[in-house]
């Protein structure tokens, strides 16, 4: 095959990429209410709509399946017979402190910013116009590779469900919504809820707590009025699978209200939720820093504080290492309650594993090495992707080794240079599987 020299084609073409990429960031598909032909909000369904627009442009076909879901191709070979790569189109809600326009694509000194340039439209897209270049180049497959959007990954991927109720599976799929190398495991996940009970009259002097508060991050502000004053609580936000890099509010709160506290058992409260969870990312606090070669440490998030009547609302998310159960973790917790305090499981996903020597994900992982020119092994993550829900299916890329904190946050961004370096990966993905031979 005569070399191809795919960085000046993506150089020449980058300009084509950039103006389609921005008719998908300028709709803000955060997830709204269902409609019958909308099952997760009209903005999320318009995103899908105008990708098969632009795929059709291309030359692809499209298939919206579900109203959720929508499948590209190159030709009509049955998924499952076929590669895949699924991405998502939804995006959580762009917040404040933006310093450019949230829904759309500013360039700025190398950078592109705008919400889900990197989380996940920017990457997902970078799939499809890879999968452009393959076909404008007419190279030979040996196999099918489709795409499918989705449009609910951030608020639980409830279209993956709707979509494989109507189709079969791809044979082996990645998605473009985590780090590189290739993720060959996800950690489990728990999302707990720690109710606490007080005496009427015990919560008079707290007010409700102000705020943005969401699952998908640490807060950064939040401010309540406690015997008249008001006080708040400053940090940084983070996502809530990196709180590492954050500094959460929830815990500058605490502190603040106990400078203005009189109640001994609301003082006792917020001295016990300091003392065991602020500033403890791997839950050493609470007795459950659990770890494992395979995976490495727990990752403890709290990332919502409310006051409802006469409780005190905590809620945490919980990153597990692929060995340990949630039985074991919930286990340690109730040894580590504040008297009075009720655990309500919310949510639980279970650890997902692909063995790291399938052949796909070491194509994949060698794709990754050769055009990084590195020598590194599939990785973990602690991060929940499609992977969970869609059989034979692993995350890859595109957030390079160190870049951390960046989705979900305000001027969300991807460099110009890793997009392109993004691209780049994903062309010779798809030649790498479809021209892999064997069966999982």
């Not at 998924?79 to 404040?96: K, N, P, Q, R, W």
């Not at 194509?363 to 599939?378: E, G, H």
């Not at 305000?410 to 780049?424: G, L, S």
Request: with cysteine.
């Amino acid at each position: 095959m005569k070399k191809i020299d795919i960085k000046s084609i993506i150089d020449q073409t980058f300009e084509t990429f950039l103006n389609d990429l921005e008719k998908l960031l300028v709709i803000p598909s955060v997830r709204g209410d269902a409609k019958p032909e909308a099952p997760f909000g009209q903005a999320p369904k318009e995103a899908l709509l105008k990708v098969n627009e632009i795929a059709e442009s291309y030359g692809f076909t499209t298939q919206l399946i579900g109203n959720c879901v929508t499948m590209i191709a190159m030709d009509d070979t049955p998924i499952e017979e076929s590669f895949g790569i699924v991405g998502h189109l939804d995006v959580v809600a762009a917040g404040e402190g933006w310093d450019y326009p949230a829904y759309g694509l500013t360039i700025d000194n190398g950078r592109l910013f705008g919400r889900g340039v990197l989380d996940n439209k920017g990457p997902a897209f970078a799939c499809l116009f890879a999968m452009k270049l393959v076909n404008n180049l007419g190279l030979p497959l040996k196999h099918s590779v489709k795409i499918l959007f989705g449009s609910d990954e951030e608020s639980g991927s409830s279209d993956i469900a709707l979509f494989l109720k109507e189709s079969k599976a791809p044979k082996f799929s990645f998605t473009p919504d985590c780090k590189y190398p290739a993720v060959y495991a996800e950690r489990g996940m728990l999302r707990l809820a720690l109710k606490t009970s007080f005496e009427p009259g015990q919560l008079a002097e707290l007010s409700e707590i102000r705020g943005e508060q969401h699952p998908s991050f640490i807060p950064s502000n939040l401010s309540a009025t406690i015997n008249q004053v008001e006080v708040k609580g400053n940090g940084k936000k983070a996502p809530s699978n990196a709180p590492e890099v954050g500094n959460n509010a929830i815990f500058r709160l605490m502190e603040a209200i106990k400078q203005q506290v009189h109640e001994p058992r609301l003082l006792a409260y917020l001295d016990w939720a300091i003392s065991s969870m602020a500033h403890q990312h791997q839950g050493e606090g609470l007795g459950i820093a659990f770890s494992d070669e395979e995976s490495g440490t727990l990752q403890l998030s709290p990332f919502e504080f409310q006051k409802q009547d006469n409780q005190l609302l905590l809620k945490l998310s919980i990153r597990y290492p692929v060995t340990v159960t949630k039985h074991q973790i919930l286990e340690k917790l109730q040894e580590q309650l504040f008297e009075g305090t009720e655990l309500v499981v919310e949510r639980v996903l279970d650890s997902h594993y692909i063995d790291p020597t399938n052949e796909y994900v070491i194509a994949l992982n060698d794709v990754y090495n050769t055009v990084m020119n590195d020598n590194v092994s599939p990785v973990t993550t602690t991060g929940a992707t499609y992977a969970r829900f869609i059989p034979n299916t692993i995350a890859f890329g595109p957030s390079f080794p160190g870049q951390k904190g960046i989705a979900h946050n305000a001027n969300e961004y991807m460099d110009i240079k890793d997009m392109k370096k993004n691209i780049e990966i994903y062309f010779y993905s798809i030649l790498a599987l479809a021209g892999v031979g064997g069966k999982m």
